[in-house]
């Protein structure tokens, strides 16, 4: 296996990991999600990203793969405001309204986060 081929491996085994987190945070129910296991696993992906070599930080699949993992970071906040516990039952009901998405927090998948 060439050397660009192993770097892609590695890459992607990053990624798949990332997105086998996001499925499993996804299939949580809301009440069990713990926004601090979000942090702490995207942070370390990050890491492990941050931490890539310079040449494979030039290419685009690499650049594509740190943004989905950034933008699921940049989400974060929003969902801690909505784990928040100043969030009343008539809040998640405008939400709805304004979303025009129905949805129950005690059923499975309401965390939406997958990619």
Request: no cysteine.
């Given at each position: 296996m060439n050397?660009?081929?192993?770097?892609?491996?590695a890459l992607f085994?990053?990624?798949?990991?990332?997105?086998?987190q996001v499925q499993a945070w996804s299939s949580l129910l809301w009440?069990?999600?713990?926004?601090?296991l979000l942090e702490q696993g995207t942070a370390e992906t990050m890491e492990r990203l941050r931490n890539a070599p310079a040449e494979l930080k030039k290419l685009s699949t690499f650049r594509k793969v740190k943004a989905k993992v950034q933008?699921?970071?940049?989400?974060?906040?929003?969902i801690v405001s909505l784990?928040?516990?100043?969030?009343?039952?008539r809040h998640w009901e405008q939400l709805m309204k304004v979303t025009g998405v129905e949805f129950d927090t005690n059923t499975r998948g309401v965390v939406g986060v997958s990619q």
């Open positions: 050397e660009q081929t192993r770097k892609l491996t085994e990053i990624y798949g990991e990332h997105k086998s009440s069990q999600l713990d926004v601090h933008g699921f970071i940049d989400a974060i906040p929003l784990k928040g516990d100043a969030l009343r039952p």
